[in-house]
Nanobody
Framework: HWQLVESGGGSVQAGGSLRLSCASSRDGLGSVCMGWFRQVPGKERERVASIDNDGSSPDSINYADSVKARFTISKDKSKEIWYLQLNSLKPEDTAMYYC????????????????????WGQGTQVTVSS
């Protein structure tokens, strides 16, 4: 049973930074699409960033326009941990953040914005105060 566990959320002031982590219970994953998503109560889940676990080309990493140049997704394949570095945080970044994975690596390419991923973590709360 594959599990993802997020950590690193918290409360910061606007302009601050956080680093979220997503640990996988499985190793040797190969090419899977890993994504970070966020959701505010009453709103649809938003795809924030994604990375092809086995990709190396620039198009294997994608960001939502709302977070480009502020958030960075990365991976440590040796530990099967994925990160989301959040910089220059704004109050509108306040949300529950989730990591997710899907064996369909194509969901990481061609500007895909799908939120239909198969495996989800439990979420970690990020709160940004003004």
């Amino acid at each position: 049973h594959w599990q993802l566990v997020e950590s690193g959320g918290g409360s910061v002031q606007a302009g601050g930074s956080l680093r979220l982590s997503c640990a996988s219970s499985r190793d040797g994953l190969g090419s899977v699409c890993m994504g970070w998503f966020r959701q505010v109560p009453g709103k649809e889940r938003e795809r924030v960033a994604s990375i092809d676990n086995d990709g190396s080309s620039p198009d294997s990493i994608n960001y939502a326009d709302s977070v480009k140049a502020r958030f960075t997704i990365s991976k440590d394949k040796s530990k099967e941990i994925w990160y989301l570095q959040l910089n220059s945080l704004k109050p509108e970044d306040t949300a529950m953040y989730y990591c997710a994975a899907d064996f369909d690596w194509r969901k990481c390419y061609s500007g895909s914005t799908t939120t239909a991923f198969g495996i989800w973590g439990q979420g970690t709360q990020v709160t940004v105060s003004s």
